[in-house]
């Protein structure tokens, strides 16, 4: 099985995607990159396998913060309740 070179993305897909996003990248390998599966990349870091991750890593962090934050509100509701 061969992988398909990362040049499979073409600039007319790439504007596509930019026109559906309505935002235009200042780094079109950025795109490219998120749209390339590591499976089809020649490497992983020309893949989408890094942003994945870092997409995960925010995700947690902002889940976290919300928890934390109704926890310490939940914790101070009774105090603002007996006023």
């Known amino acids: 099985m061969s992988r398909r070179?990362?040049?499979d993305?073409?600039?007319e897909i790439l504007q596509q995607?930019?026109?559906a996003l309505e935002y235009q990248f200042t780094d079109r390998d950025l795109l490219?990159?998120?749209l390339t599966h590591a499976s089809g990349a020649e490497h992983r870091?020309?893949?989408n396998e890094r942003l994945e991750f870092l997409g995960d890593a925010i995700m947690g962090a902002v889940v976290d913060g919300l928890r934390?934050?109704?926890t310490i509100v939940g914790r101070f509701a009774p105090l603002k309740n007996n006023q």
Request: include cysteine; hydrophobic fraction near 20%.
């Open 5 to 7: 070179s990362e040049g």
């Open 9 to 11: 993305h073409t600039d």
């Open 17 to 19: 995607c930019e026109a």
């Open 32 to 34: 490219r990159n998120c």
């Open 45 to 47: 870091l020309a893949s």
């Open 68 to 70: 934390s934050a109704r």
